[in-house]
């Protein structure tokens, strides 16, 4: 059944052709080299940084035509399998795979969704359940979005929640938005999310999941705009339906019977249930505990992930073969985000293999330095902003961009955990309009919305919320309210 006309362009092309289009810069762009050195930093090591002032443009190795053709045809080609078993990136794919399982494993136990049932159940009981479900749900999807990187896992959400705002007098784009847009809100605001907090801290150097203190209340902050949002909106459709652009559609969808919540999988909400819940919060719990107090990183936070995913599956009566089995599958959906970061690694191997990185560094930082720290920092979310929609990807992105914006950010005075935020904003924000992102796609057919009748309804939010990441990077590019962590690093 054919369920959308558009076909979103394929990432892995989109990747590819970059890779071939770094191979082109290689011939345009001058090669030049930035000095590098090591400095120690608390909680993450040693890490290489630029010497502000030391680029020089360097003489390429005389060639041939024919002869450079065939080399950038040779690195075009290696860069897929290069940039894969890169090894920077090699532990980011391993990490990322191992934590798909795991958290296949949970929803393997039924225990997620046997608890959202039995909530809205609740709601038909209930006047105030029924008033409160909008900004619940909507803030347990932005946890999800930013403890784990719930974002594919909420379409099949969007069968449940259409008929619950249907029958609570909303209209679909409200049933949508309430899996969706709170995901996507968590997914931007996240402090916890291995795949985007996590990687680009990877790749920047960072003590994995550092600066908590204030991305706690970026996530507060996002979570609360894009709740009052939603809100506002049902509270006038509920007033009005008409004035919904889903009216007519939504009348048809009333007429068919749409408003019987499925029966099909209900099951109660049992004691193994809440053990296997129980046991993912511990884990949870048992992560944050580990990397600010010892200092843990990707190796151990997989490992953690991995006894989490054992022992919640025991919890929640699963036998050995079901829990290794659901632990392949999770780790088997991830493999196309595995292959991206891969692929995006492939483009920086292009761009180094051509000495551009550090020319492209050098063009970018005198433009930025010139607007001053918070001018850097608006910069660099623009920057992600723009990219996101040929890479709709967080973790590809991040192993895209972080590798050029960490050491931008040294260039510019402005710290690597301000480039991380103006990643994870310019990444999660235009997540909930950009028409290449399958899981909104994938939303938007689910619920028989067309795509440019969602763009109208949100445009709104993505201009409050562009508005809001530009006001939450001034604060951590001045080291203001004590944020002195987010200042940049001395003696670079």
């Given amino acids: 059944m054919k369920l959308s006309r558009f076909k979103a362009p394929d990432t892995t092309l989109i990747i590819f052709s970059i890779i071939v289009l770094a191979a082109v810069m290689t011939w345009i762009v001058p090669p030049g080299a930035f000095e590098k050195q090591e400095i120690q930093v608390e909680g993450a090591g040693t890490r290489e940084v630029v010497v502000e002032g030391s680029f020089q443009y360097v003489e390429r190795e005389e060639e041939g035509v024919l002869d450079r053709l065939g080399g950038t045809l040779a690195i075009i080609l290696l860069a897929p399998f290069l940039g894969f078993t890169d090894p920077e990136a090699a532990g980011i794919i391993a990490f990322v795979l191992f934590v798909g399982g795991a958290f296949a494993v949970l929803q393997k136990t039924g225990a997620v969704n046997a608890g959202l049932r039995r909530m809205v159940g609740l709601s038909r009981q209930s006047r105030l359940v029924e008033l409160l479900i909008v900004p619940l749900f909507m803030t347990l999807f932005s946890l999800g979005g930013a403890v784990f990187g719930m974002a594919e896992e909420t379409i099949p959400f969007v069968l449940i929640f259409i008929p619950l705002a249907l029958a609570l007098g909303y209209d679909s784009i409200v049933g949508v938005a309430i899996p969706f847009v709170g995901s996507g809100a968590g997914f931007a605001g996240a402090f916890l999310n291995p795949f985007t907090v996590g990687v680009a801290q990877g790749i920047a150097g960072l003590a994995p999941f550092s600066g908590i203190g204030y991305r706690i209340p970026v996530w507060i902050t996002t979570t609360s705009v894009t709740i009052a949002f939603v809100m506002w909106y049902a509270h006038r459709i509920k007033k009005d339906p008409t004035k919904s652009p889903m009216y007519a559609l939504d009348e048809k969808k009333r007429a068919e019977g749409v408003l019987e919540m499925p029966d099909g999988e209900t099951e109660a909400f049992t004691r193994r249930h809440a ?24 190796p151990e936070i997989a490992a953690l992930f991995i006894g989490t995913g054992i022992v919640l599956g025991i919890a929640g009566g699963l036998k050995p ?11 088997r959906d991830l493999v196309a985000t595995a292959l991206i970061i891969g692929l995006a690694r492939g483009i920086l191997v292009v761009m180094q293999d051509g000495q551009i990185i550090d020319t492209i560094l050098f063009a970018l930082a005198s433009a930025i330095q010139g607007a001053g720290e918070v001018g850097a920092a608006h910069g660099m979310f623009a920057v992600q902003t723009a990219i996101n929609f040929f890479v709709p990807s967080g973790s590809g992105q991040a192993a895209l961009t972080m590798p050029l914006m960490a050491p931008l950010a040294d260039l510019a005075g402005v710290s690597r955990q301000t480039a991380v935020l103006a990643f994870q904003l310019g990444d999660g924000f235009t997540n909930l309009i950009i028409p290449t992102s399958a899981v909104l796609m994938g939303c938007l057919a689910l619920a028989k919305i067309p795509w440019p009748t969602w763009a109208r309804w949100i445009l709104p939010l993505q201009i409050a919320l562009f508005i809001l990441g530009l006001l939450l990077l001034v604060a951590p590019s ?15």
Avoid at 275 to 298: C, D, N, P
Avoid at 321 to 331: K, N, R, V
Wanted: negative net charge; hydrophobic residues 60%.
């Fill in 275 to 298: 053990a296997a819940l129980l046991v993912f919060f511990a884990g949870i719990a048992l992560l944050v505990f580990g990397v600010t107090q010892y200092g843990w990183y990707i």
């Fill in 321 to 331: 073969s079901e829990i290794s089995g659901a632990f392949m599958d999770g780790a």
């Fill in 478 to 492: 001045l080291g203001l309210f004590g944020l002195t962590e987010w200042l940049p690093v001395t003696g670079q």
